[in-house]
């Protein structure tokens, strides 16, 4: 394949600059020379979320190809970028907080893009309606508004648990992203409201788990809610947040509670217990000493499908 660079749009370059305010996202380091990076090694992809700001010393981490240490995985940069746009973004957040008139319209916004989500068969256009809400969040987002997309995002977690798999998939991701400025304690603070916030996700993520194991038994479905409850669990436990943690361990166990009761989902059951046991894992190597959490992953880790 031919690795021609086409030049990246004046008007992009400045807007991905200027999101990333002109600093590296991996090391965040400020006054430093930055260059754009195509995340994906393909200089001719310039969509937006393919250019990520990176220094010169990050960057001959993720293009390099010398064998000190190891590189950054496509997949982490992608990380790495968001992680701090979304940072950037909730910061800035405070300038332009609403009025209350433009609050009070967009929370009527909000229910009316959820109505849309569940009235359209079109997957591409429910996509589309999913990210507007998470950029009400991102760009707008007060207490009042994520209260309304959280509560939006709660009764799309039952509809589409019981009915739209593909739906519940997206759902489960973009419930977690939905707490990604949480990135880590020493860039972004957590408060007994952003702790409160936190937990209501995890329960959006428990109804997708819970409902689609009773009903639609989708194992796509599960795995997202899973790969979102570890990174719900990974929160927990950098912020030291056990509140949280107990909270995704219900995903669990409300999950594992549907196959007394319902016909067989071999293949949920096993996923469920692989998620338990990589959730053990995190716990161990964090050496939190969580005694309840640590016996209620060892109860769930002996559950087995009821036939
Ligand atoms: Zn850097």
Redesign the pocket.
């Known amino acids: 394949m031919s690795k021609e660079r086409r030049e990246i749009p004046a008007r992009l370059s400045e807007e991905v600059l200027y999101r990333n305010k002109h600093i590296?996202c991996?090391?965040r380091?400020p006054n430093?020379h930055v260059e754009i990076h195509h995340i994906d090694g393909n200089p001719n992809n310039n969509a937006q979320s393919n250019l990520a700001v990176?220094?010169r010393?990050?960057r001959s981490l993720v293009t390099g190809y010398s064998g000190l240490g190891r590189r950054y995985a496509p997949g982490e940069v992608r990380k790495y970028k968001k992680a701090w746009e979304q940072f950037l973004a909730l910061q800035s957040k405070v300038y332009k907080a609403p009025s209350v008139r433009v609050q009070r319209e967009l929370i009527g916004q909000i229910d009316l893009i959820v109505c849309q989500i569940l009235s359209t068969t079109d997957h591409v256009r429910r996509k589309e309606l999913l990210e507007v809400l998470y950029n009400i969040h991102l760009w707008r987002s007060t207490p009042k508004l994520d209260q309304q997309i959280i509560e939006g995002f709660s009764h799309l977690a039952i509809i589409s648990g019981l009915s739209i798999p593909s739906l519940a998939k997206e759902l489960a991701m973009k419930t977690w992203e939905l707490c990604w400025h949480f990135v880590c304690p020493d860039y972004a603070k957590m408060d007994k409201s952003g702790e409160r916030f936190a937990i209501q996700c995890v329960h959006v993520v428990e109804s997708i788990a819970f409902f689609n194991c009773k009903n639609k038994q989708n194992l796509d479905a599960l795995n997202a809610s899973l790969a979102s409850a570890e990174e719900f669990f990974n929160i927990a436990i950098s912020y030291k947040r056990k509140a949280i943690a107990g909270a995704v361990l219900k995903i669990h166990s409300e999950a594992i509670r549907t196959f007394g009761f319902e016909k067989d989902f071999p293949t949920g059951a096993a996923a469920l217990r692989r998620s338990v046991r990589k959730l053990s894992k995190l716990l161990a190597s964090s050496r939190l000493k969580w005694p309840e959490i640590d016996s209620k992953l060892k109860s769930l880790g002996r559950r087995r499908q009821v036939r």
């Open positions: 590296c991996i090391c380091t430093k990176v220094c010393d990050c």
